[in-house]
């Protein structure tokens, strides 16, 4: 099937091969769990537990009865030594649940339900009591996400294969080595929505892993669409440009063009989690950069500290390093090794002391179009960085500041350094208060 | 070490970098004017050596003044003050006394670029801007010529310093030389107008180092080859004479004075062309260049804003086909 291209966007070096053919291995288990009670885009968990309390491994340990959320289980068994704010990846304090770690572990314990009979109510039950959220990075709930408003018609499941952020090589491995449950769980999806079609689209960088799943593949509702290698081609306007040649209009989501996306991490753990009624207790990071040791694909328990992961793959190598959570172009740099991974965290960056870049003295714009030729919104880059520097706030709403989706593509090009996208991001709220007054 | 704070580097993201820089940029333009420069000192020899010398120094030392002045840090490595002086002398000629050099690279890279703001913040392209306000002084300096004259430098004869231009030569009807010779090189008029074939050797450059956008220079171009055929002339020798092939590679297509948007990069130039045929045509101006584009400079901020493209998901979402249609 052809493919459509979007506008904009730009080819980055990978540096996936650093990861891109390491098999995902079991993390080693850490002796504290720290568990965000909020680590999804939604309402914050209340804790089931306390302090002193047992904890089993797949235990529910917080939950809300708000509609936009995903309940949090202890990823491994042991007993709950503090409920207190720890710190996050975002920079912020966010109040997190910690446990020891049991030095025996039992089994976890898994059910076996047929996939085959199994009801769409069965579905969305399982998916939420799995506290499964978008594992892409987002952190969307995914039960709200696949429960669209029904006024909106969705036609079309697309399933983000793209892994377009450097680096990140978690859903390249997984897409390689569990197919049939990724297809498996795509069918489900699809039969949840009661869509007829789904569109699995990866990054022609990822040849063997797109081998992989068609060979497994014998549905012919599920089309597999190879991705030209350009970011952001995993942004989820892009995709569906890309994939359905329909634009997601300004503000709006991909079920107002019919279209519901879902990263391949989630498809998998839909599946374990309608099969085994397994919660969402680990996942795949990638831990990686030139300056770390031996980078590795880990299966890991979520609460697990970051520096754990960084001492399993052989510590870092020489410092000063940048430590950051997700891809390199809109991850987050950390102060602090305890952060723990959580559902949405894809991989674990660590830099060497020349990427290392620290707030760069930046210069004035010369004009030379760079970031507008690459945005892939169609934005001036170079009108907002200097409307949202002087905080000329109108002006930034204009030029549609509340469009740009923070891909850093102009960050990255612009030759006098400048931090566009930091400028942006903090002037959105600023355009959004405005608006509100009126 | 799990809890272990430890000082790791934090910034915004991304964390990874372009390695493109703006110094590295006018690195590359002084390397396009290697040819115009070289070939300029071929026929020029002394004369071209310094008065080039004087420009880059005085645009060295214009800058150093204005910043201190202003309180401005200096970019580290930045060229463009030595690429506005450069620019400057190619555009006189050789034989000119060197105070109008250092009078033209002051108000250059003083006025027109450090007075408001510095580079980035510019209207007008500096070096044109300072070679116009020369013409526009002449009148001037029929009073001073006589005072500065002792201070003339000289090197002995070139002949071919006083030779007429080629534009000139059209003007006043005389017979051209062939098209191949000016297109290889013909001395006379200013530094940058001897040899067509040395600056689109440079303008390649630029292209390949993806600094240029074609969309300006080809939009000159054409509109001039249009009306030049419109008008019953010869498109081929407009092309080759005067600043036209400069000015449209080098000096409208400055990033700092040209439009960002690429509709507004067409109707820039096609202003430009339009305006250097009426400027050529129309009043016999040869240095109808330099000023169609200054004009155009000024109306780049409205073409911008006339000319702004629509970002991703403006449209109105499309009507969503039933499923059973695909």
Sequence with gaps: ?438 | MVNEARNFIVSSSPHIKDEGTISKAMRDVFIALIPVTLVAIYFFRLYAVFFIAVCLVTAILTELLFRNLMNRKARPGDWSALLTGLFVALLFPASTPWWQGVLATFLAVGVAKELVGGLGWNRFNPALFGRVALILLAPLFAFVYSWFEPLNVYFGPIDVMTQATPLAMMKMGLEMPPLGQLFLAFPGGAMSEVSPLAILIGAAYLLYKKHLSWRIPLSILATVVVLTLISGGNPLYHLVTGGLLLGSFFMATDWVTSPFTEKGKIIFGVAIGILIVIFRIGFSITEGVAYSILIMNFFVPYIERKTSRSHFGKIKAVPVPMANQK
């Design chain 1, 1 to 438: 099937m052809e493919v459509k291209k979007f506008t904009g966007g730009i080819s980055i070096p990978h540096y996936k091969s650093f990861t891109e053919h390491k098999e995902i291995k079991e993390a080693s288990l850490p002796g504290e769990l720290i568990i965000p009670l909020l680590q999804h885009t939604g309402a914050p968990n209340e804790p089931l537990v306390k302090v002193g309390d047992k904890v089993k491994a797949g235990q529910k340990i917080g939950e809300t009865d708000k509609f936009v959320s995903a309940p949090i289980h202890a990823s491994l068994s042991g007993t709950v030594t503090a409920i207190e704010p720890r710190s996050y990846l975002t920079g912020q304090m966010v109040n997190s649940i910690v446990i020891a770690v049991d030095e025996k572990q039992d089994e976890l314990e898994l059910s076996d339900v047929d996939v085959e009979t199994v009801t769409k109510e069965e579905v969305v039950n399982a998916i939420k009591e799995a506290g499964i959220v978008g594992m892409g990075g987002a952190a969307f709930p995914t039960a709200v996400k696949l429960s669209p408003p029904p006024d909106k018609e969705i036609d079309a499941l697309i399933i983000n294969g793209c892994e377009c952020e450097p680096f990140l090589t978690c859903d390249h491995r997984l897409m390689l080595e569990k197919p049939e449950e990724l297809l498996r769980g795509i069918e489900l999806i699809m039969k949840m929505l009661s869509v007829d079609k789904a569109y699995l689209c990866i990054e022609d960088n990822k040849d063997d892993a797109i081998e992989a799943v068609r060979q497994k593949n014998t549905n012919p509702q599920i089309v597999l669409l190879r991705m030209p290698t350009k970011y952001p081609q995993g942004s989820e306007k892009h995709l569906v440009k890309a994939a359905l040649d329909r634009e997601i209009p300004s503000g709006g989501l991909p079920f107002d063009v019919g279209a519901i996306i879902q990263n391949v991490g989630t498809c998998v753990a839909i599946y374990e989690a309608v099969r085994y009624k397994k919660p969402l207790i680990e996942r795949v990071v990638t831990v990686t950069g030139q300056n770390l040791n031996d980078p590795q694909n880990l299966m890991v328990k979520i609460g697990t500290p970051i520096g754990h992961l960084i001492e399993e793959c052989g510590g870092i190598v020489k410092e000063p390093a940048k430590v950051v959570i997700g891809g390199p172009m809109t991850g987050k740099a950390q102060q602090n090794l305890g952060v723990p991974v959580v559902k949405g965290t894809t991989g674990v960056i660590v830099l060497p002391p020349d990427m290392a870049i620290e707030d760069m003295e930046y210069y004035d714009c010369v004009r030379c179009c760079k970031c507008v030729e690459h945005c892939p919104m169609l934005l001036y880059p170079n009108q907002l960085s200097i409307f949202c520097e002087a905080k000329m706030i109108e002006e930034a709403d204009e030029w549609n500041a509340l469009d740009c989706i923070e891909c850093g593509i102009c960050a990255y090009v612009c030759p006098s350094k400048r931090p566009i996208v930091q400028l942006i991001q903090r002037t959105k709220p600023l355009i959004r208060e405005m608006q509100s007054k009126k």
